[in-house]
């Protein structure tokens, strides 16, 4: 049996219902009825990264992220293929550059979207401690 299972269903057009486990997520390639795949992909990759930060926070020592707010940008190519991420972090934590580093370098270890990308969508992550 598979660790993750999940069924989409078309009835017709571009959108899409996914059932994963009790959630229904819309998904709409023309971004009619819900967000497009690259936005969702997108945001995905944001919130897998926004709590592998807060572990990679604790590994450090830093317990207390406070707040966390991603801003995620991403360009497309020619036939509208994802060809860069760019995730501005905004913590309310005030660290200084190198341990703010650290922990972002950690979260990209800990961030399973992260491990799944091929290397050229990898984020580039600008982290802004202080933020709130």
């Known amino acids: 049996m598979a660790d993750i ?5 078309s009835e017709e057009g571009y959108a ?4 994963v486990g009790e959630f229904d997520l819309q998904i709409d390639a023309t971004d009619e ?7 969702t992909l997108v945001a995905t990759y944001a919130s897998c990264y926004l709590p592998a930060l807060r ?5 450090r020592g ?8 991603i801003d995620a940008s991403a ?15 905004h913590v309310e934590a005030d660290l200084d550059d190198e341990t703010a580093a650290d922990i972002a370098e950690r979260a990209e270890g800990i961030c ?8 050229e969508l990898h ?3 600008s982290v802004y401690p202080g933020a709130f």
């Open 5 to 9: 299972e999940t069924s989409t269903v």
């Open 16 to 19: 899409s219902t996914s059932q």
């Open 33 to 39: 009825t819900g967000p497009n795949p690259n936005a």
């Open 55 to 59: 572990v990679g926070g604790s590994q």
């Open 62 to 69: 830093e317990e207390d992220l406070g707040t966390i707010q």
């Open 75 to 89: 360009e497309l190519d020619g036939d509208d293929d994802l060809e860069s991420i760019a995730f501005d972090v």
């Open 112 to 119: 399973h979207v992260h491990s799944a990308l091929r290397d």
């Open 123 to 125: 984020a580039d992550i």
